[in-house]
């Protein structure tokens, strides 16, 4: 496989591995180096990547491997910085501020769960994969995914709920 | 749309039970102007999922890195090997060298004599060079036999 090929592989979830990534470290630099050594570490596979059904799952596996291994050695002196970039829309600037404020909160709620239910927000709400798929990602049963899922949600609900009726949000 | 179902889809969502087409069509609603009053709060949830999947990975990926150092161990690997074989040929050159010179034959025995008294004259005289400068250890010979007798 030539790099070009290779580049034809990875550019439908390159995107995919780096929000995944962001999820977990939260830092956009972080995230990006993790999503270079990530494919970079699929690219020296090269040749063993046709034995794979989904180079996509594997690519998600081991992004969710390598973040974890990171947050495990970063935990001492865990500094995070949140970077957004929201994209324009079509929208007025009181519009925009007010949904850019809800939003930071709603991400501000989904980093603060715990690390499976992130992984797995981000995969089936972000991303809109099927549970079978996570289930495989994560090595769980598609039963516990559910489980997660929606706890996460139903966690997420309620802070929204208590931010939105004592006006904090 | 209708509002029963979408509060239906709403309950099936928390409890991670809707479909992927279920949970677009809760995007799309929620996306839309006309939220009713009470669901209003959902609204930022999924409007922020519709919006974290937007952000991109731009920075290039050093895949020639992987590749080249790879290749660079390959390269020394061969320039290693390539070293060895040559210094193991000058070697093996050098020490083969002198029996397949042509030193030249004296066919003349009379001749040869000679040369070979010549050579053998020339060796003797240097070996005695060598030892004259050893002679005067026989000094310490002599006053060592002064005075062990």
């Known amino acids: 496989m030539n790099q070009k090929e290779f580049m034809q592989l990875v550019s439908p979830f390159k995107d995919k591995v780096f929000r995944l990534a962001k999820r977990l470290l939260v830092s956009t630099e972080e995230a990006e180096d993790a999503t270079q050594e990530v494919l970079v570490k699929l690219w020296n596979k090269n040749e063993n990547l046709d034995e794979y059904k989904s180079v996509e799952a594997v690519a998600m596996t081991m992004t969710k491997n390598y973040c974890l291994d990171q947050l495990k050695s970063k935990r001492a002196s865990n500094l995070t910085i949140v970077h957004n970039n929201f994209t324009d829309r079509e929208a007025s600037l009181q519009q925009k501020v007010e949904d850019n404020d809800t939003w930071k909160w709603v991400e501000k709620i989904i980093n603060d769960l715990p690390e499976q239910q992130k992984l797995i927000v981000q995969m089936r709400d972000i991303e809109e994969m099927e549970f079978e798929e996570i289930a495989k990602i994560l090595e769980m049963n598609e039963q516990a995914v559910r489980t997660a899922l929606s706890r996460a949600r139903k966690m997420i609900r309620e802070k929204m709920t208590n931010t939105h009726s004592y006006g904090i949000g | ?149």
């Open chain 2, 1 to 149: 749309m209708a509002l029963d179902r979408i509060e239906k889809l709403v309950e099936k969502y928390f409890e991670g039970e809707t479909s992927i087409a279920e949970e677009k069509e809760l995007k799309t609603y929620f996306s839309s102007t006309d939220v009713a009053q009470h669901l209003e709060q959902y609204k930022p949830v999924f409007g922020y999922f519709s919006q974290a999947k937007q952000e991109q990975f731009t920075p290039s990926i050093p895949l020639k890195s992987g590749k080249k150092q790879k290749r660079l161990a390959w390269l020394s690997v061969a320039a290693a090997v390539v070293v060895m074989v040559g210094i193991g040929f000058f070697a093996y050159q050098n020490t083969s060298d002198p029996n397949q010179e042509n030193l030249g034959v004296i066919d003349d025995p009379e001749i040869a004599f000679r040369e070979t008294q010549k050579a053998l004259a020339l060796i003797s005289k240097h070996v005695n060079t060598g030892i004259e400068s050893v002679n005067y250890l026989g000094e310490y010979q002599q006053s060592k036999n002064k005075i062990f007798k």
